[in-house]
């Protein structure tokens, strides 16, 4: 029974103990995928959270340790980082709204995570996305491999949905795939998505296509609106969820993430929704898919917009240095 071999369970740490932190921290318990350290820089929230999730766990019969705290030391050995810190979009607001205020908070919380887990692989969430997902790839200097964005497989998920709704299918037959930035520029691509192998394009009329595809670019903005005091987060929890277990699980899943592209799709140098190969090493490998002039060119004109929101973040944290 002396056994000197320490045990060690994998471990995520959840940076902001908000809506889609703490949803994020329930789903990763309760699916035994590993212990969580929830943090957030409000005194006691992620601590009581953590408790209540805790004095779940008989119930739920999960083993994670759920741990909340305002401090990064306890950060320490993350396998993952995930990001959701920062402010959630009002009604009214647009996502480059919160842009400069999220900035601060994600290039901080990304520095300190990695100071304490120099080893963890980067997931971020917080908005607008691919540009926060860029500026912690810059304030760290990973490789690119380990920093990657959610918000491909919670577009993906909303259309999919939109799609079994309409044809009155299960959505476990669907498979949706949206490319580019999470914003208004997204891109929807139908001739991507299948009911059990079967291209939407052979069940569907286009004018249906177009208002389920409108329906899933304003798929965020139609729940704020519908919650008035701050955006979703159920889906976007399983989607980041799906994530990790995928790193976790070195499951090789096919799956759309904002990654960083060095000449994939003809675009350099920035972070936008791309099928991505997930494992154990982040972003094992983007595919390159084929796509039609026009929606080539709606996929760059979604990179100029995110490398603007770049240019524009980077000069406000400069103001604040
Ligand atoms: O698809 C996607 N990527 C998204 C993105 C889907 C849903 C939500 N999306 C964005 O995630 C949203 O626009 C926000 O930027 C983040 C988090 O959304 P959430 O709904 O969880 O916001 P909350 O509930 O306001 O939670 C944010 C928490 C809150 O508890 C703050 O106290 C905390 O972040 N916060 C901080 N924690 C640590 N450190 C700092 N500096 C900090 N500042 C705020």
Redesign the pocket.
């Known amino acids: 029974y002396d056994t000197p071999i320490p045990c060690q369970s994998p471990r995520v740490s959840v940076?902001?103990?908000?809506?889609?932190?703490r949803t994020l921290a329930q789903r990763i318990a309760e699916k035994n995928l590993a212990d969580v350290v929830l943090?957030?820089?409000?005194n006691g929230?992620p601590q009581g959270i953590a408790l209540d999730l805790m004095e779940a766990q008989g119930i739920e019969l999960h083993d994670s340790e759920i741990i909340g705290t305002n401090n990064y030391e306890d950060t320490a050995g993350s396998d993952i980082v995930v990001i959701?810190?920062?402010?959630?979009?009002k009604p009214g607001m647009s996502?480059d709204d919160?842009m400069n205020v999220?900035a601060k908070?994600v290039v901080?919380?990304a520095t300190k995570c990695l100071q304490y887990s120099p080893e963890a692989i980067f997931i971020v969430?917080?908005?607008p996305?691919d540009v926060m997902t860029y500026l912690v790839w810059q304030s760290t200097g990973l490789p690119p491999q380990r920093v990657m964005?959610?918000?491909g497989v919670?577009?993906s998920s909303r259309l999919q949905t939109f799609i079994a709704m309409e044809l009155g299918v299960s959505t476990a037959d669907v498979h949706a795939m949206v490319l580019g930035g999470?914003g208004d520029l997204m891109l929807p691509l139908p001739r991507y998505c299948t009911v059990s192998g079967v291209p939407i394009t052979e069940l569907m009329d286009e004018i249906t296509i177009n208002r389920l595809v409108e329906r899933t670019r304003n798929g965020?903005a139609e729940i704020v609106k519908l919650l008035q005091t701050?955006?979703?987060?159920y889906a976007?929890a399983s989607?980041a969820c799906i994530m990790v277990e995928t790193i976790l699980r070195n499951q090789s899943r096919l799956l759309p993430a904002a990654a960083y592209l060095k000449g994939e799709y003809g675009l350099q140098d920035v972070y936008l929704g791309v099928p991505c190969r997930l494992g154990c090493r982040g972003v094992e490998s983007i595919l390159e898919v084929r796509l039609t002039d026009a929606e080539r060119l709606d996929l760059h004109t979604s990179a100029a917009s995110v490398r603007q929101n770049v240019h524009l973040a980077l000069d406000s944290l400069k103001v604040l240095m």
Not at 15 to 21: E, F, H, K, T
Not at 39 to 42: F, P, S, Y
């Open positions: 940076i902001g103990a908000g809506n889609v932190g943090l957030d820089i409000v929230l959701t810190a920062g402010l959630a979009r996502r919160l999220n908070i901080e919380a969430i917080t908005n996305l964005g959610m918000a919670l577009d999470h965020g701050g955006g979703a987060y976007p989607s």
